[in-house]
């Protein structure tokens, strides 16, 4: 579920095929096809920009034509900036990773990528049961093959990966709400001391503000316990 094949219909160089596979390993696909390749395959042009990516290379499967390699697929995707007359839905990247992650495990699909000149014919799209269509700016839709590739696999990832988007930055975790506090009223407790609050009416609004600071540097707890000690060396070195 929700890892299609990438078909690369006609590619020209190896260095593209290479970096396709290199985006597609990035975010766990690895089903390549190759749909006659300009300089045939295995292209000793495609390792080097693969950076790695060799199961991809590895496995990649070459057709004569676009029918050939859909041929077990049950819902493909034609991936295209330019409007056409055939009359086929049209999905973003996103849209299309949550219908593909919709599907039953015994579905397959696939997202067809055209040349690096001409994109996808009509031909190549009228197989397509929808279009998918990254939202660029109108006056410059113009997106390499490796980087339409990796918009759409960033996307499949994204929609199917529960790993949390944000994780702190510590690696004990971030500093708990009872320690944030203390230091609050700790650095507070000082400034009253050396005459920081010289307006009640305004009081309020500063220990907000310094309560905001805290929170948004996402401090961990050694990071508290080094500023209560920097807060008490200050306050026992005063003059």
């Known amino acids: 579920m929700g890892r299609p094949a990438i078909i690369l219909v006609q590619p020209q160089l190896g260095e593209n095929i290479g970096k396709t596979a290199r985006a597609m390993l990035n975010f766990g696909l690895t089903d390549l096809r190759l749909v006659a390749p300009r300089d045939g395959w295995p292209n000793p042009s495609a390792g080097p920009s693969a950076s790695g990516a060799d199961v991809v290379l590895d496995n990649a499967r070459v057709f004569d034509d676009v029918a050939s390699a859909i041929d077990d697929c049950h819902h493909v995707y034609a991936s295209t900036v330019r409007p056409r007359d055939m009359i086929k839905p049209v999905v973003t990247p996103r849209e299309a990773a949550a219908e593909i992650n919709a599907l039953t495990e015994n579905h397959c699909t696939a997202i067809l990528f055209g040349r690096e000149a001409s994109g996808l014919s009509n031909d190549d799209i009228a197989y397509a049961n929808s279009i998918v269509t990254v939202p660029v700016n109108p006056d410059f839709g113009s997106l390499n093959l490796a980087q339409a590739v990796i918009l759409m696999a960033y996307e499949l990832y994204i929609f199917g990966n529960d790993t949390p988007h944000y994780q702190p930055g510590h690696a004990e975790g971030l500093a708990s ?49 080094t500023l209560r000690g920097v807060i008490k060396s200050l306050i026992r070195d005063k003059c």
């Open 177 to 225: 709400k009872k320690e944030m506090e203390g230091l609050h009223s700790h650095l507070t407790g000082a400034l009253e001391e050396r005459g920081y609050f010289r307006s009640a009416e305004r009081r309020t609004k500063q220990e907000h503000t310094l309560r905001n600071v805290m929170q948004n540097a996402s401090f961990s707890s050694q990071e508290v316990q």
